[in-house]
């Protein structure tokens, strides 16, 4: 942080040089706190473009990719679907209710500024170890409750999500939103000033002072004083959104709305200066027609607030009446701003006065910092391990997995959700590998997130392919052809080479992947800075990937639940001894390191479409993927899911010559587990076998137990202590049962 005209601001030494360069003079104190706002980590993305610019973005399917406020996929028949991910760290780690919910307020404008309706919620949450930690629990309870209070108010289902948890996670929880909008192609809007004399109006929530300086917040290391910060925190109001929604889908209706931008972080000053440099314009403005909520606010805290539940329309020329007769019916507060201009510049007045005027170019495109990265030296001391002794009662280790608040369900947390609003929930959270939604052509859409931070921790490259892996592997479970995917990657200061190092190892196995597989990205964000300077202690690489996938038809809907008993029980892939990050090593041992699981992408793809085409033949009746606990856990839950058991010969399991505990709870990726009957068993077979993947028939479902035997009986469990270890150990630790 530097102070340059008794302001404090967070850019550094060199980049107040470049902005005296740029400008040729000495920037007044509102500019200074402009550029401050958008050249901000959170908004500039200066770091971490240069990496983020190999993902690929184009797809058959693709409209818009990168660079606007949500990603846009045609679903078919003029309809498109838009995706964003969201977070809100750093205020939800001082105010988990207050942070989660405008966490979700600001993905919902995020897909409302494209034209579309949202039209569902994913959360990605990342919390500190619940079972020992209070202040955990206290996080977690409130996160999840601000989640479910917004989510709930404006009407807009959380249809699917993922948790985890860790020590790292302890004083900087990671709370990660997904939203996915429903619209028609013709309705799509973009945030760009392009019409000279096009009118701007701000519509929505008064500006305050919540909120201010949120993203140069956002943009440093947690102290001890970051406490005190709660007015970086913004305000939530669900049922101003909930208007809101409803009028910008009306106001974009009438084909007079020319641009749209949300205001969240970096506020006035980057809503505009964004939207007149994709439009390649300017923007004059006057603050006497904002609408304030405090009389007494600077030009400074005017232009920077982040208040929620405020929208910029750019309506054309001569038709600003018609637009703000919807405002008034919805009985939205708005205001005439100030208008798009010929200029290149952002011209701030006050009752005509000027008080700032910069060239958009300048204050929307910060230099980017070339960083230095050097492989930190714990990765290759993590690299070899002394394998742990192999227990001698394995029924109780995978209970004690199952018990596991990484592994355990997670129904504490969607229960509090409405996730049925809206009626196209078709397969909801708990039923399968994803959630599955209706849309108006009668196709389907699945949706999920996933990561996997203990992996990305000991080896970042093969952790963030993983939870590529993983997410694209659910989706197919459910009987989807993956799409396209968001990313959003979460680490300590970039500063550090050792931490852009692990950043810039994610990226390159997020981009190896996609383009093996063919899977577009299309959007995404980057937190860093999530480190605590109380306690010296960063977090793990936590990138976080949520993807779609099209269901063409009905009855390829697939769930992960046994159906019948006498069923086969088949396995797709090889099971490798790969237990670094393993829960099995962390959860059941405390180890950390080894060998995490590696994706040879080839044969990635080649299962991918086998289970595709099983599902579309009808030779399967139920799908899950192998990945957190191993075989042992994803056999338990798709008993649980059931309630039905299943017996399991683990001499019949495809491994490299492993121990028992590796074969049942490594996490190898490329696994998926099938049910199929008599009558499609042999059908199933000859398909996998002409694809060239490994294979084998490995039980029967039937009984009330879960039972692994070889020559002897490895473990048998009772289908209610499986539920019981699964189901009950998130409200035992939050407290609600004893």
């Not at 074969?663 to 190898?668: D, K, M, P």
Request: charge should be negative; proline fraction near 4%; hydrophobic fraction near 40%.
């Amino acid at each position: 942080m530097v102070v340059l005209n008794s302001i404090l601001v967070g850019l550094t030494e060199d980049e107040i040089k470049e902005v005296r360069k740029m400008l040729g003079r000495e920037p007044n104190h509102l500019e200074l706190a402009m550029i401050d706002a958008e050249w901000s980590e959170h908004c500039s993305y200066k770091s971490s473009k240069p990496l983020l610019k190999q993902l690929p973005t184009k797809g058959p399917r693709v409209i818009i990719g990168p660079g606007y406020d949500a990603g846009v996929v045609d679903v078919g028949d003029g309809y498109v679907v838009t995706l964003h991910i969201e977070s809100h760290n750093h205020p939800s780690a001082i105010d988990p209710y207050g942070g989660a919910a405008t966490g979700i307020g600001g993905v919902l404008r995020d897909i409302l500024c494209m034209g579309t309706r949202p039209i569902a919620l994913l959360d990605s949450l990342r919390f500190g170890n619940i079972e020992e930690s209070a202040h955990s629990r206290w996080l977690f309870k409130h996160v999840v409750r601000g989640i479910s209070d917004y989510g709930n108010c404006v009407g807009v289902p959380t249809v699917a999500g993922e948790v985890e948890f860790d020590n790292c996670f302890e004083r900087n929880c990671l709370v990660d939103v997904v939203c996915l909008g429903l619209g028609r192609v013709e309705n799509l809007v973009l945030a760009e000033a392009k019409h000279p004399g096009d009118a701007i109006i701000l519509v929505g929530g008064s500006t305050g002072r919540d909120g201010i300086h949120g993203v140069t917040f956002a943009s440093r290391v947690l102290t001890e004083k970051s406490d005190k910060e709660r007015s970086a925190v913004q305000i939530p109001d669900p049922f101003m959104k909930k208007l809101i929604i409803e009028a910008t889908l009306e106001a974009v209706a009438t084909g007079y709305v020319r641009g749209l931008k949300d205001l969240g972080g970096g506020g006035l000053t980057c809503g505009l200066s964004e939207m007149a440099d994709k439009g390649g314009c300017g923007i004059d403005i006057e603050l006497s027609k904002v609408h304030l909520r405090e009389k007494d606010l600077s030009p400074t805290e005017i232009m920077i607030s982040e208040s929620q539940e405020r929208m910029l329309f750019i309506i054309k020329q001569g038709y600003e009446k018609e637009v703000c007769k919807i405002f008034d019916k919805y009985e939205l507060p708005y205001s005439i701003i100030g208008r798009v201009t010929d200029s290149g510049n952002l011209v701030v007045k006050k009752n005509g006065i000027e008080l700032a005027n910069l060239p958009v170019k300048i204050v929307a495109n910060a230099p980017l910092i070339n960083r230095r990265a050097v492989e930190p030296d714990y990765i290759k001391n993590l690299k070899i391990i002394e394998k742990p002794t192999l227990p001698s009662d394995l029924s109780s280790v995978l209970l004690k997995l199952l018990n596991c608040p990484s592994i355990a369900s997670k129904s504490w947390v969607y229960e509090q959700y409405d996730h049925e609003v809206g009626i196209r929930t078709v397969v909801k959270p708990g039923q399968g590998d994803a959630s599955v939604l209706r849309l108006p052509n009668g196709t389907f859409l699945a949706i999920k997130v996933d990561g996997n931070s203990k992996h990305c921790y000991i080896d970042p490259y093969n952790g963030a392919a993983g939870c590529l892996s993983e997410v694209c592997r659910n989706l197919v479970s459910v009987g989807a052809e993956p799409l396209a995917f968001v990313d959003h990657l979460q680490f300590g200061d970039p500063g550090n080479p050792e931490v852009f190092w692990t950043f810039s190892e994610s990226v390159r196995g997020l981009v190896d992947y996609s383009k093996a597989i063919g899977l577009p990205c299309i959007g995404g964000k980057v937190s860093f800075y999530n480190e605590d300077k109380v306690k010296n202690i960063a977090i793990k690489p936590s990138p976080v990937v949520a993807a779609i996938g099209i269901i063409e038809k009905q009855e390829w809907i697939t769930t992960m639940n046994f159906k019948r008993d006498d069923d086969y029980i088949v396995i797709l892939g090889e099971t490798k001894s790969e237990m670094g990050g393993s829960e099995y090593y962390e959860y059941i041992h405390g180890l950390t390191g080894g060998t995490v699981p590696k994706i040879d992408f080839v044969k990635e793809k080649a299962t991918i479409n086998v289970v595709i085409n099983a599902i579309r033949k009808g030779f399967v009746k139920a799908v899950h993927d192998i990945s957190k606990g191993g075989i042992a856990v994803a056999l338990a839950e798709m008993c649980i899911s059931g309630r039905i058991g299943a017996s399991i010969n683990c001499i019949n399991i495809p491994n490299n010559g492993i121990r028992i505990d590796e074969i049942l709870f490594s996490e190898t990726h490329s696994r998926f587990i099938l049910e199929t009957d008599s009558e499609n068993i042999n059908k199933l077979i000859e398909l996998v076998k002409n694809a060239g993947i490994t294979y084998n028939i490995i039980g029967k479902v039937g009984g009330k137990a879960l039972r692994f035997y070889n020559d002897w009986e490895l473990i048998h469990i009772p289908l209610l202590d499986l539920e019981d270890s699964y189901l009950n150990s998130i409200p035992k630790c939050m407290g609600e049962i004893l």
